[in-house]
């Protein structure tokens, strides 16, 4: 039988429940057995690009992300759709459903129903159910001082999207950021666990930093960031310096302030990118094996940028050279 524990916060982890609200991590997490737990994930959002089927796919991705984020892998997802009846023909979101379905077929993840409100605005995601082994589960609160920090997506969808809003965003760049945001983090989850790691994050809404300061705060430690190691897209750049920074950045950005020291010699638009809001972006991983963790993503294919170290003082703190 489950054990759902009684945790006096409410959605604390405790019994069978490795990972509830309280810890504010990626995705809940519920042991079955000895071998297996649940792990459970819900994402939406409006349109990001024009086209429906790849609005579908980014949408799926992201949404299975936080699944392999905690070492898991998806089982089964349910579509959740909200659209405007009366404005959008219905087969612009069969366009979209199609998307997503390609991404969780992909993933070996079966879309097994959904539901649909009337909604002015477009949005649609998906809620995900994937199977993990309760004793390889990765969080946010295992990184340790000395452990060095691998990312393994580029930055800059966020500034990427917000151009494309207003007219501004070439073909090439907008196809190098779907791209990235249509990528599964499946291999790189698979890479961290052959190589022991513990502790990770995907990278989304909260960005580089904001998600790297969450976990610094779950952990009890601070860190480094070497900006210039930071992988970005192309055109990502470029797209800063022009103006092109979201509503969500500039939150991001405001909200780290007093979290994050950011020297001087960093240019600007770099400064900003590390806090650009991402969409479906990559494993934020915390490991004592750096070698060990580069060499899995590399066989896998899968980027491995060392950004930075983990380590003891101000937890949650960032310094940024």
């Not at 392999?68 to 405007?84: D, E, I, K, Q, S």
């Not at 990765?138 to 966020?158: H, N, Q, Y």
């Not at 022009?242 to 950011?262: D, E, F, K, Q």
Request: charge should be negative.
């Amino acid at each position: 039988m489950v054990s759902l524990g009684s945790g006096d916060a409410l959605g604390a982890a405790g019994g069978d429940l490795l990972v509830g609200a309280a810890e504010g991590d990626d995705a809940a997490v519920l042991r079955l057995d000895d071998s297996r737990a649940l792990v459970l994930t819900t994402d939406f959002f409006t349109p990001i690009v024009d086209d429906p089927r790849d609005w579908g796919r980014i949408a799926a991705a992201n949404a299975m992300s936080d699944v392999y984020a905690m070492g898991g892998r998806p089982l089964l997802a349910l579509n959740l759709t909200a659209w405007p009846g009366e404005t959008l023909p219905l087969e612009i979101l069969a366009e979209v459903l199609r998307g997503g379905a390609s991404v969780a077929a992909e993933a070996g993840c079966l879309v097994v129903g959904g539901h649909t409100i009337d909604d002015p605005e477009p949005k649609y995601g998906m809620a995900v159910v994937g199977f993990a082994d309760p004793s390889r589960v990765l969080t946010i609160s295992a990184a340790r001082p000395g452990d060095t920090l691998v990312l393994t997506k580029p930055l800059g969808t966020g500034v990427v999207a917000t151009a494309h809003k207003r007219g501004a965003a070439p073909s090439d760049v907008l196809g190098a950021a779907v791209a990235s945001m249509t990528a599964l983090n499946a291999a790189a989850g698979e890479a961290a666990l052959a190589a022991g790691v513990t502790a990770a994050t995907d990278v989304t809404g909260f960005s580089l930093l904001g998600h790297l300061h969450r976990m610094l705060r779950a952990s009890g430690c601070r860190a480094s960031v070497h900006a210039a190691a930071v992988p970005l897209l192309p055109g990502a750049l470029e797209l800063t310096e022009a103006g092109y920074v979201s509503g969500g950045t500039r939150n991001n950005m405001a909200y780290l302030a007093p979290w994050t020291a950011i020297s001087a010699d960093v240019p600007e638009p770099v400064a900003v990118l590390l806090q650009d809001a991402q969409t479906s972006g990559g494993l934020l991983l915390a490991t004592a094996s750096p070698d060990a963790v580069c060499g899995e993503l590399g066989e896998r294919g899968v980027l491995a940028a060392v950004v930075g170290r983990v380590e003891g003082g101000s937890p949650g703190h960032i310094d940024v050279r």
